[in-house]
């Protein structure tokens, strides 16, 4: 019985590790291109690895990052992920708590409408969005934040919510009548509390903002080279004439980098954050 | 305390509800009035009544579209939450090497839905050229079957996640009271596994589902539409009726179809969860 057991365990283990290998070599595929010279990057020959005489060192990695507007794109990515992330992670949870804790006909309102913002699909929005951040002058990377606070609330309104019932409200009560105010309370004993949640939702709204294509694609000023890293790679690819091939691979790679290096240094944060999402979801 | 909270009201709502008009309340409601008009700005709006609806019904591409990511999401569906669920059981068995297999399958899901796109544009378009067939985007077939693969890539890390989840937080007394009274592993995984991680499967259909419907990234970074428009799905084919076409009524015609692939996804997701709701036991 045992014995049997351990052997197919270990079939099992044999049948994961060759998964995995699928399901890591696209991103080593790209790895592998990046570093072949710009003429030996062809459609049939992907699966190649660059060799002495296609091997093209870091060059490609070199131009990506001198010339293709590259370092702009990144840089415009990182303020609007950061900004957005602590901007939905301060505000909604401040709403969250509000509304689980004022039991009145507006709070299950706009509990109601946040739900509902959570399964609308973007397409419904996306006209009316962008010219209303066009108007309110909000098409720049320091200010899309506020868009991103007003389309992102739902699931972190709800994800906080849902742990706010969790938290004992004698708790809130006691520091209450040792007089702090409601924004101390809130401070100084909810939000501590919150912690655990607050890194699950960040996570969850980092991967989507770092992600998001075409929210910033259509809100941003383009004409003002306002770019993100996802409109700069469609943008390479839709462009007019040759690809260079080279370069692309580059940046996507470039583009992988920083998402890898957070992944293996936060992936238990990650794993938990995406388990407890679901389980309040 | 529900007072003094209450007096607090503007500091605690106000940011997130005045966003939350700019993001998405005023935006909805407008894009459901200008559903009914002719406009190519929004202030150059005429009121025409449902014939934008009345044109969806019988624009052939649209109807196309609602076929083709409807089948997408049943196949993808289905491929997802077979392979995730099975993966979580071989996880939950304490084999060795679990926390490496976990990461590794859960990390495409890191990875961008435009950047995955072209990954497997690359990749996929090799295998093909490598067995001499038509490109990904010369053959909607192919088309079709690499986004299936491609989501597939993507979320049954996603999903895995959740079920292993769901695995991990059965009762090990339920588990073990079923092997003392003799059930085999087919009848725990069918009797006492399976039901106890219905929550689990309620939200990973959920979420599967509502994915392959609004699928947009990828679809356009993968294939783009081609050929001639027979991979384009509900998302990319109302993008396309926004932005590729000129003329003063397309985006009247793209507003209709927004409002009622809207409509789809709210009851898709209503009687999804409310099916599935039904058969969670209590704990």
């Known amino acids: ?281 | 305390m529900e007072k003094t909270i209450k007096k607090f009201w503007p500091v605690f709502v106000i940011p997130t509800f005045a966003a939350f008009c700019i993001g998405f309340i005023w935006p909805f409601l407008q894009g459901l009035y200008l559903s009914f008009c002719r406009f190519t700005t929004i202030n150059k709006a005429t009121w025409t009544g449902v014939q934008n609806y009345l044109f969806t019904f019988t624009d052939s591409s649209f109807l196309h579209a609602f076929w083709f990511t409807a089948l997408f999401t049943i196949v993808s569906t289905v491929c997802i939450n077979l392979a995730a669920f099975a993966i979580a059981l071989a996880l939950t068995r304490n084999i060795k090497g679990t926390n490496i297999f976990r990461s590794v399958f859960f990390m495409p899901n890191l990875i961008g839905g435009i950047v995955l796109g072209y990954i497997w544009n690359i990749l996929l378009n090799c295998v093909l050229t490598l067995l001499g067939k038509p490109l990904l985007s010369l053959h909607a077939p192919y088309g079709f079957i690499g986004l299936v693969i491609l989501m597939c890539w993507q979320q049954i890390g996603y999903m895995m996640i959740i079920y292993i989840a769901g695995i991990q937080s059965i009762p090990t007394d339920y588990l073990e009271a079923a092997r003392i009274d003799g059930a085999s592993e087919r009848q725990i995984l069918w009797k006492i596994k399976i039901p106890n991680v219905m929550p689990s499967i309620t939200i990973c259909l959920f979420l599967s589902l509502t994915n392959g419907f609004k699928l947009f990234d990828q679809n356009l970074a993968l294939t783009g539409g081609d050929p001639s428009h027979s991979t384009e799905m509900l998302a990319l084919n109302i993008y396309n009726t926004f932005y590729a076409r000129s003329g003063p009524q397309w985006k009247g015609y793209g507003q209709a179809k927004a409002v009622l692939f809207c409509i789809l996804v709210i009851v898709i997701s209503l009687v999804q969860l409310r099916a599935t709701r039904s058969k969670e036991v209590q704990q």
């Open chain 1, 1 to 281: 019985m045992e014995k049997a057991r351990k052997s197919r365990d270990r079939v099992i283990s044999c049948i994961l590790a060759v998964l995995s290998v699928a399901w890591i070599y696209p991103v080593f595929m790209i790895l592998a291109n990046s570093f072949k010279q710009e003429r030996s990057i062809t459609t049939g020959g992907a699966f190649q690895l660059p060799t002495a005489e296609t091997f093209a060192g870091f060059d490609n990695f070199r131009e990506a990052l001198t010339s293709q507007g590259f370092l702009t794109a990144f840089w415009y990515s990182l303020v609007i992920t950061v900004m957005s992330v602590v901007l939905i992670l301060v505000c909604c949870s401040m709403c969250a708590w509000f509304i689980t804790r004022v039991k009145a006909w507006y709070s299950k309102a706009l509990y109601f409408l946040f739900v509902l913002s959570m399964v609308v699909p973007f397409q419904m929005v996306m006209f009316t969005l962008s010219s209303t951040a066009d108007r309110l002058k909000l098409s720049n990377p320091y200010t899309i934040c506020i868009i991103y606070l007003g389309f992102g609330a739902g699931l972190a309104v709800f994800m906080f919510c849902g742990f706010v019932k969790s938290i004992p409200i004698e708790v809130e009560e006691a520091s209450m009548i040792d007089g702090c105010n409601p924004i101390q309370t809130f401070f100084h004993v909810v939000l501590p509390i919150l912690k655990p949640t607050l890194i699950s939702v960040g996570i969850l709204e980092t991967m989507w903002l770092w992600n998001d294509y075409l929210l910033p694609y259509l809100v941003l000023d383009r004409t003002k080279g306002y770019m993100t890293i996802p409109i700069l790679i469609q943008y390479f690819r839709g462009s007019y004439g040759k690809v260079s091939m080279g370069p692309m691979m580059a940046s996507i790679m470039l583009n992988l980098i920083p998402i890898i290096i957070v992944y293996i240094f936060c992936q238990k944060h990650i794993i938990k954050g995406v388990a407890a999402g679901a389980v309040k979801g």
